[in-house]
């Protein structure tokens, strides 16, 4: 067709050829170089033969051939090229995409998964019979379950994101956790004696164990306690029992040794 129209309005004689350059043009972007090259091939046959009918006289050496078709070649490879590199581009562009897509999907997914994982880790925190404490290097408080806020008489509002030296009563608390983090070493059934708000002493069992990072370098420490004043309570009782015991024992032994004598004197009073 385009040689048609070049042919009728005698467009070899003028620059009308370029609209060869629309053909070939089309032909890389849709096929590329493979494809390009015998689309520039006929095109040249063709617009060669058509100058030749027009002009029987015309030599291959002519700037109309010798210019003109060797141009048809060079802009079939630079479109060729234009059109596989713009591929090329759209290509990794769409698998950017495709990619990014992939990684957003990934990164909900893991999200999702933290949180749920955040979650179940709570529950195990809150179903605890004893109190737990964790904090950072610098004494941060980071974790505070249930049991502890009963057991020390504080909320998480108080102590979460706070430096445990700063909180009142748990100056102790903080004694023993530093010694784990700087000697790397669990503590294990220690004890300590630490004040609520109310001014009151409560003696707290406790251990303590270092915690390490990806690194393994010691980031914090989390401590597990139990309130023990019911089992203080307890051993009191049980001394006090045991002193009763021994004083009733000391008062049927002396019963005992007071009864002796007693018997003798009345079986000598019977004989007289």
């Not at 596989?84 to 893991?110: N, P, W, Y």
């Not at 700087?182 to 003696?203: A, C, F, H, Q, W």
Request: net charge neutral.
């Amino acid at each position: 067709t385009i040689s048609l129209v070049v042919y009728i309005v005698q467009g070899f004689e003028t620059d009308f050829y370029i609209v060869y350059f629309l053909v070939i043009f089309a032909a890389s972007v849709s096929q590329g170089i493979i494809g390009s090259i015998p689309i520039a091939a006929v095109a040249s046959i063709i617009y060669a033969w058509l100058m030749y009918r027009s002009n029987p006289e015309i030599s291959f050496f002519s700037s109309q051939i010798l210019l003109r078709i060797p141009l048809l070649f060079t802009m079939t490879l630079i479109c060729s090229y234009w059109s596989a590199a713009t591929r090329h581009e759209l290509k990794k562009k769409e698998d950017l995409e495709r990619f990014s897509h992939k990684l957003e999907r990934e990164i909900d997914v893991i999200a999702a998964a933290e949180i749920e994982l955040r979650r179940y880790h709570e529950k195990i925190l809150n179903s605890v019979p004893s109190g737990v404490i964790a904090t950072r290097k610098d004494g941060i408080i980071t974790t505070l379950n249930p049991e502890a806020e009963r057991v020390l008489c504080l909320g998480k509002d108080e102590v979460i994101g706070h430096n445990i030296k700063d909180i009142p009563g748990l100056s102790a608390f903080w004694k023993k956790m530093e010694q784990a983090i700087n000697s790397g070493i669990t503590v294990k059934r220690d004890e300590v004696l630490v004040k609520n708000k109310e001014n009151k002493t409560t003696p707290i069992g406790i251990s303590i164990s270092p915690i390490s990072d990806i690194k393994d370098k010691f980031s914090g420490c989390v401590a597990i306690f139990k309130d023990l004043s019911e089992i203080r309570s307890l051993e009191e009782k049980l001394r006090q029992a045991e002193k009763l015991s021994y004083l009733g024992k000391m008062a049927s032994w002396v019963a005992h040794e007071i009864r002796n004598p007693l018997t003798a004197i009345d079986g000598f009073a019977q004989l007289l």
